[in-house]
């Protein structure tokens, strides 16, 4: 019956583990824009190669 | 409302505002549409929106000059977000952003300017984001090629202090979900405890102790900003609502701590969990809800001022908000400089007594700056615009010191007198409970003592009278009547005299019927008529313009005095236009040549009398409804700088009997309210600002009405706009009613608070439900007085 301490410990670790990933988000601006997402995907791609490669420059 | 408004945009289909392009009679909401439908016009073949054809359309020129200071490099530091390597972005605010097609247009710019890398748009907060690389673009190309297709960023250096909002969202956000994480587990782990009976293993207990114990201490972390504002209000010796919070977290905390490590209990730790997870939750709902209330995209309530416009040689009015730089405007006798300018005129002679408070006219050359708020003297001078209109500077302006009247009684300072006890009341109260229940039972002793600290809530009183009467500004900025701040609104309500100046305001100058009687005038004297004339903003001059043909040359010299007339001197020739008594001096021979219902305006050219000017006024549709209905409860006054020749038509039309007074003089009627005032009354005083400055100052409620003019007078409360006139008695209700709302919501939150009280003193509070009623209570407080004076409003049909 012991054996539940264990289980709580690391199933609390691991949703400790969720709130880390939750900080990372907010601070990492993740939730700014909730709105133009939805709308940019409507566009049309003409440029696929440049899209693409110049978001991993944005900060 | 405009017809303009109506127009859907050809094509995305949304509503155009005021600032529609037109282009080929066809209307569109913002720039990005008008090119996408110029592509798609264009390359009739293809059905979708062809990027490369961008570079084809030619954009709108920019003055070149505008943004060099955006090379600076003192600047430049200020408004990027960094510069790296020779990669640097920046984020700019751009107010024109408007539909799904913009978003695209300025997601392309990439497409305009090679040194662009990428652009990406929040479409919700209007920024854009730009990465470019220095080497090959900079900053003001960057500024520059925006403003040239019609989306001109608002750059100013307080973009700094949006910065640190943001990070304040996100630090809150960031406590919400720990406090919310850490609450949650914390209830988990209680469960075992709750549903067991007391027959739980004493390993359990303590291991779930612990494990809760540690669970709180980032809860404390997430309820920082209690302790941090406690302890500065402590420093500053000054008792904060967050005094009694900090006070009942921290007992909670030590409690808790106590019991679990001596083992003689649970401890409260879901109750602090919870406590700081339902505060800060409040806290984000509300900002949400003031940010909300207080952001309204279709802001109208402008200025309700129009100033004259030069635009190709054509003079059009325009309403104070559409002015833009580069934009020539004239500016004539007496009338206010709305937004900084360069002179164009050779010279100007600028009163800037609103600004500065000094009286003594100021000379400006031409080429020179002058700035907003800056009152002409003299002739029409014309200026070009290079800063764009900012209302909130004129307001501060009108707002200052030196304006201000002294109010006795205001249902704010009663809200800050009752806040700053009501921190006292709350610590005697609670410390009362918890020394009362001490002998009883420990544990409920500091259940109420932290209930007590918790559940009180004075926010009502701080929020809502700001609330309610800004409600209210909005609602009759909306409907072209503009207050100068909150007190107004409580002044309006105490009146019990009206007082109407009657030129101008009773009546409306421009469906006045005018004629000419005397010797007939050539072409050169009405040519020096209609130039001496359009220099003057009282209604007899504007009507002697407008019926005058040809076109107006510059005059050298021009004055006007008040109550007689006014003077002009062209290339030596001398204009006046005036009262009887000043163009014919000593002429008092009895026969009275003004019949009723007629004024009269006498000029000479030269010294050389040729006739004069006859005036039919004609009154303001249903202004004698207004009247009478406000007659019901108000003291109705007249007071006309015109002759008598009305009295007998005007008392005709009223149902009671109201006191008139004829030929009044500003200083007449400045003296006449003066001792109004003095004997009790409360006086409201109606005119349009141009004589009645004085008499504006005195008056408990000056409303200046105001219509083709940008006549300011700064001892005025309020500016109305002429066209609504008739909803004076709406304002008065809506004034009376949004106080009503005041003492309702006061007495709401009073109510709140004893009964907060009642019950946790019996204990029958968890510290848990308190801390979800507080911010529950002040958001209810609030919604509720913005929701009844809307209400309100569409009862008596002003919303």
Redesign the interface.
Known sequence: MSVILILITVSFSVAVIFLLAFIWAVRNNQFEDTYTPSVRILADDQESGKVNSSQNNIK | MDKKDKIPCHHCGDTCLDDAIEHNDMHFCCQGCLFVYELLNDSSAQN??D?SALKALSPKPVNKAEFEYLDFPEIKEKLLQ?SING?A?VILYLPNIYC?AC??LL?NISRMDGGI??S??????KEI?V?FDESKTSLRNVVELLSSIGYRPKLSLSDLEAKDR?DND?VL??KV??AG?CFA?IML?ALPEYLSNGTLEE??KV??GY?SLGAVIPVLYAGSDYFVNAWNSIKLRYISIDIPIAIGILDLFLRTAYEIISGTGPGFADSLAGLIFFLLLGKVFQKKTYHTLSFDRDFKSYFPMTILRKRNNKEEYITVKDVKIGDRLLIRNNEIVPADSLLISETAMLDYSFVTGEATPVTVNSGEKIFSGAKQIGSTIELEVIKNFQQSYLTDLWNNQIFDKKKDFSISKLANGVARYFTYAVLVISLTGLIYWLGKDVRAAINVFTAILIVACPCALALTVPFTYGTTLRIFGKNKFYLKNDNVVEEIDSIDTVIFDKTGTLTDIESSDIRYEGEELNFNEKQLLKSATRNSTHPFSKMIYNHLQGDPLTIDHYHEIHGKGLEANISGTSIRLGSREWIYPGNNDSKDDSVSRESVVYFSIDNKKFGKYIIKSKYRDGIFDILNELSNSKKIIILSGDRDSEREFLQSKLKKPAEMLFEQKPNDKYNYIYNKIESGHKVMMIGDGLNDAGALQKSSVGIAVTDNTSNFSPGSDAILNSENLSMLPKFLELSRKSIHTVYISFGLSFAYNIVGFAFSLMNMLSPLIAAILMPLSSVSVVLLTVLKVKYDAKKIKLS
């Open positions: 979708k929106y990027i960094f990669k972005r799904s978003i695209w997601e890398l990428e990406r748009v929040n479409f919700l907060k984001s990465l943001k996100k956000i960031t979900g720990i994480f587990n782990f390993m359990f291991y779930l494990l």
